[in-house]
């Protein structure tokens, strides 16, 4: 257990819905990262937020978006969804003390299943 | 810039040895790596840096080679438990930047 908990476990839903995906970091992190990660993909890096602000940006679309809240806890936004954007969706956290040394540790993600 | 990953798949039996390799065509600070089970959540392995520090948990070695970009993760005596797929990820303007993957299966 990574300490990183992330809900819904599972979501399921139609194209052109909108729905958030949350995240709590391990206590003490200030770093939250968000990854897709397609069927047999790798993990693509979408965006990460440190302590309430956005710090890089990789490939979100425009329909995503983020935000880190004064708890730390994360949202992600996924809207007009379509069926391409069926992926698990990881969130990370690290202290963010080290910067790109920080090791960064994943929670068991949330399967979104768009129909 | 994603790191290249080779090979794409290993099958071993337990006990034998594997070297999973890792490229990129951007200078390198440092090389992250992390393993994933099936359906699993990515766990972390060792983070390398330039300099020779390296930093992690497992029973599991690692190379980087700063000059040629690359970095190799050898895994002796491979045990069933060694089996998922491995990630290296590259560090590019504070964004961690995975490859491909290597799928790597034990058997007994």
């Known amino acids: 257990d990574s300490g990183v908990t992330q809900t819904p476990k599972h979501l399921i839903t139609a194209t052109g819905q909108r729905v958030t995906l949350r995240c709590s970091p391990r206590?003490?992190?200030?770093?939250v990262y968000w990854y897709q990660q397609s069927l047999d993909q790798g993990l693509q890096f979408l965006i990460q937020y440190y302590n309430g602000e956005e710090r890089a940006k990789g490939n979100i679309l425009e329909r995503f978006s983020a935000q880190q809240f004064p708890d730390l806890h994360s949202e992600l936004n996924l809207s007009s969804l379509e069926l391409g954007d069926s992926a698990l969706y990881f969130c990370?956290?690290?202290?963010?003390?080290?910067?790109?040394?920080?090791?960064?540790?994943f929670g068991p993600g949330t399967r979104l299943t768009v129909l | 810039q994603q790191p290249v990953q080779s090979p794409q798949a290993v099958i071993l039996r337990e006990g034998e040895d594997a070297v999973i390799n890792c490229s990129s065509s951007k200078a390198l600070y440092s090389v992250h790596w992390y393993r994933q089970k099936h359906g699993e959540a990515p766990v972390f392995l060792m983070i390398?840096?330039?300099?020779?520090e390296q930093k992690g948990h497992e029973k599991i070695s690692a190379s980087f080679n700063e000059k040629k970009q690359q970095s190799s993760l050898y895994l002796t005596a491979s045990q069933l438990s060694y089996s998922g797929t491995y990630f290296c990820g590259t560090e590019n303007t504070d964004k961690l930047i995975f490859g491909t993957g290597t799928r790597l299966q034990v058997f007994p």
């Open positions: 390398l840096l330039k300099g020779g």
């Open positions: 206590s003490g992190d200030l770093s």
């Open positions: 990370a956290s690290s202290s963010g003390l080290a910067g790109r040394t920080d090791t960064q540790y």
